[in-house]
């Protein structure tokens, strides 16, 4: 009956796993098809299906083709990388804390991007480029990394190591002070409001494939060492002491998923602002499918966490059409009511 029961789940997994593969592929799709200018599926597809060796791949003109492959497609890209990387990183924050509420902001990257972010923009540096890099995108990864990293410090002193309470709250305490500082900033520097909430909202209009560029190899790294922790995860689930007397060291794979999880989500808002619910909706939501086992949450969250934000980008450029939405407001005008429902769930199981 338990060799049954393994071989039924074990299915229902894969099959979970079929269904989110293919609803990323589709998502993609519809993320090429949709915009401003109308394009033919069948010529979309026939320039896509134009990277297979002998396949034929003009099926649209010069001008379709432009904005098939520098607008759309790396947009869609980006998206993809962007919602994987939030995903994941909530996915693992959940995790580590054993806390169903965390996300990837927890330790305070929001904040200390905000700031370098805001900083930047004020000191009229937004359209500066370092070593060819744009430096904002620099300036808010810089802060996002300095957040967790300060937060880590000052969590690590309560005690004298790094619990998760103590992190937690080391959290809450400095992203309220960066963001005080933020304010600040903000208005000393009153003429770059608009700019500084249009890059808090999120935003993927100006996606290049520089961008894409700029923060995939930070994704990838970042997600295989999530992947790989996925089952140290599960058995950090059952407490830091049961996990230390099953011969693992909770503080050193808590301080790898912290710096995996804090350098992906340092990376997606460099590219794409802050962003927000994504890492909290899309685990859960996958959590509720297959269960609890972090070995399946974490890459299924990557995969199904690009596919949400590709139809949330797609919903921003089209409800308002010929506007577009920041993309956040769509993400939070989902995600908003989800946490609420999430709270009452938490609230009935405690």
Not at 36 to 41: C, D, F, G, T, W
Not at 93 to 105: E, H, I, S, T, V
Not at 280 to 303: C, D, E, K, T, Y
């Amino acid at each position: 009956m338990t060799a049954f029961a393994a071989s039924s789940s074990g299915r229902r997994r894969l099959t979970v796993i079929a269904v989110a593969v293919a609803g990323v592929t589709l998502a993609a799709i519809a993320g090429l098809l949709v915009g401003p200018v109308r394009l033919e599926a069948s010529g979309v597809l026939q320039e896509l299906f134009g990277w297979v060796p002998f396949v034929n791949g003009q099926g649209l003109d010069d001008q379709q083709s432009t904005i098939l492959w520098q607008l759309r497609a790396p947009r869609v890209a980006l998206a993809c990388v962007v919602g994987a990387c939030l995903s994941v990183s909530g996915a693992a924050y959940q995790g580590a804390f054993r806390n169903p509420l965390a996300d990837p902001y927890l330790l305070g990257a929001a904040a200390g991007a905000g700031l370098g972010a805001t900083v930047a923009l004020a000191a009229g540096a937004g359209g500066s480029f370092v070593a060819g890099t744009p430096l904002l995108p620099i300036a808010s990864f810089v802060g996002a990394l300095g957040g967790v990293a300060i937060a880590y410090a000052v969590g690590g002193s309560m005690g004298g190591r790094a619990t998760t309470t103590g992190l937690v709250l080391a959290g809450v305490a400095v992203a309220s002070f960066l963001t005080a500082v933020q304010t600040f900033v903000q208005q000393q520097n009153s003429q770059t409001l608009r700019e500084v909430y249009s890059w808090i909202l999120g935003r993927l209009a100006t996606a290049g494939w520089h961008d894409v560029v700029l923060i995939l190899p930070y994704a990838v790294v970042s997600i295989v060492v999530l992947l790989l922790h996925g089952r140290l995860l599960d058995v950090m689930g059952l407490g830091d002491d049961e996990a230390g007397s099953l011969g693992l060291r909770p503080s050193r794979v808590r301080v790898a998923v912290i710096v995996s999880a804090s350098l992906a989500t340092a990376a997606a808002v460099a590219v794409a602002g802050l962003i927000g619910f994504v890492g909290i909706v899309v685990p859960h939501a996958v959590r509720m499918v297959v269960g609890s086992s972090n070995r399946w949450i974490v890459p299924l969250s990557a995969v199904c966490g690009a596919a949400f934000l590709v139809l949330a980008d797609l919903a921003a450029r089209t409800l308002v059409a010929p506007g577009e939405l920041p993309i956040g407001v769509v993400t939070a005008v989902i995600g908003a009511p989800f946490f609420a429902l999430l709270l009452r769930r938490t609230g009935r199981t405690t």
